[in-house]
């Protein structure tokens, strides 16, 4: 039977296919899935209400500026690498 998948889903039950998870559960991999995917939402709902229970609070644009901070930062990291790396040649060239 063909089943509407999102690629999780479908690498997930791909995965638990691979290593015959269903065939020892007796339980089909799109159901296995499934249920592993579905289980992760209270996971989700616990976290976010221990963050706010601790005053911690992110929003996309908060992780969208973390991820362009990280950014700017390994930049400026290999951009120092490289300019350390060229000064070690002008002393040794000299």
Do not use: W
Not at 28 to 41: F, R, T, W
Not at 43 to 61: A, F, P, Y
């Amino acid at each position: 039977m063909a089943h509407l998948r999102k690629p999780f889903d479908s690498a997930l039950e791909d995965l638990i296919n691979e290593h015959g998870v269903d065939a020892q559960c007796g339980i089909p991999d799109y159901i296995l899935a499934a249920y592993m995917v579905q289980s992760l939402e209270p996971l989700k709902t616990m976290i976010k209400s221990n963050d706010k229970h601790n005053g911690v609070e992110i929003d996309n644009v908060t992780i969208s500026k973390v991820m362009v901070q990280q950014d700017m930062f390994d930049r400026d990291i290999e951009s120092q690498k490289h300019a350390a790396f060229n000064e070690d040649l002008k002393i040794k060239k000299i």
